[in-house]
């Protein structure tokens, strides 16, 4: 099951977060799914530019689902950081201007990766921009320092 879509319009590529009950959150195969859009526009022939939105008008991401990520151990844990690092340090350095039109929460890792963009954009009526981490004390890792 696919959590976003990727099109071009224009020579713009824009990449909607479809994945809105479950607040766009991150699982192994979202992550996947984010490495497969960046594979599609650096292969692009000719200009462009990334624009992601989200079809949801609440939320556009609460980043890590940790109720999926709880039950994740051992090697599946390890791959699953070291994926969410590996799509925050490809976002970030994209040959390419990254717009994020965030028109709802953004939190926790969804905040980490609006911080990825080059440009961001939020409506000013609703939602809310916010690193939990800090006020329940869940230390960044380096690369998430390097990213923000």
């Given amino acids: 099951m696919s959590t976003m ?3 071009v319009e224009d020579g713009i590529h824009i990449l909607t ?4 009950d479950n607040d766009n959150t991150f699982t ?10 960046f594979d599609e526009i650096e ?23 940790l109720p999926w990520m709880t ?26 201007p990254t717009i994020g039109c965030i028109n709802g929460n953004c939190y926790a890792g969804g905040a980490i990766l609006a911080t990825a ?4 954009v939020m409506r000013d009526d609703r939602g809310r921009f916010c690193y939990p981490e800090v006020n329940i004390k869940i230390p960044f890792t380096d690369m998430m320092i390097d990213v923000i």
């Fill in 5 to 7: 879509d990727l099109r």
């Fill in 17 to 20: 977060l479809t994945n809105g």
């Fill in 28 to 37: 192994l195969d979202v992550l996947k799914e984010y490495l497969a859009a």
């Fill in 43 to 65: 292969n692009y022939k000719g200009n462009t530019a990334l624009v992601v939105t989200c079809e949801h008008d609440k939320t556009w991401s609460n980043g890590i689902n």
């Fill in 71 to 96: 039950a994740l151990q051992g090697d599946d844990f390890k791959e699953f950081v070291s994926t969410l690092e590996e799509v925050f340090y490809r976002l970030a350095l994209l040959n390419l």
């Fill in 117 to 120: 963009f080059d440009f961001r």
